[in-house]
């Protein structure tokens, strides 16, 4: 049974706590190195410049937290329509799935938000107890796992 503790016992804050260099840093590094046709610099050279560029995107990001909002320019993106599976008819529309590319920025802020609700999901104990999906550690195995644990007992 999962008790969900008093709403006076949650932390609840009305803001994000800033995001350090370092953590941009690591994002970035982590990053992959495909770029998006909208981004100002491919992302490898992105990578090259990060220590020149860290304080500038650590302030863009803390300035969109600070104001819980994101600017507009981070909210453009390259749509493309891929064919969901080879094979299959290319002039039906239904058999394309629509895949929007972002600019770098926005994954890092993305980033940087679901560390943030992550930290507080966990800290205040407000995972549901199975959830599988998008959670670290728990997949459709653990899910199928605890479904036959629960038809033996």
Not at 87 to 106: A, E, F
Not at 126 to 150: C, I, M
Request: proline residues 7%.
């Amino acid at each position: 049974m999962n008790i969900v503790p008093e709403p006076s016992a949650v932390n609840c804050s009305n803001t994000f706590t800033p995001v350090s260099q370092e953590e941009v840093k690591r994002i970035i590094q982590m990053s992959p190195n495909k770029s998006c046709e909208i981004d100002p610099m491919p992302t490898w050279l992105l990578k090259m410049c990060r220590e020149e560029l860290l304080p500038i995107f650590t302030k863009l990001i803390n300035m969109s937290l600070e104001s819980a909002s994101v600017p507009h320019s981070f909210k453009s993106a390259r749509i493309r329509h891929l064919l969901k599976m080879p094979g299959l008819d290319q002039n039906l529309s239904k058999n394309y799935r629509p895949v929007s590319n972002h600019p770098i920025i926005s994954k890092i802020l993305e980033k940087v938000v679901d560390m943030r609700l992550e930290q507080h999901l966990t800290i205040n104990n407000l995972h549901e107890e199975h959830q599988s999906a998008y959670r670290k550690f728990h997949s459709t195995e653990t899910a199928v796992l605890k479904v036959q644990n629960d038809v033996l007992q």
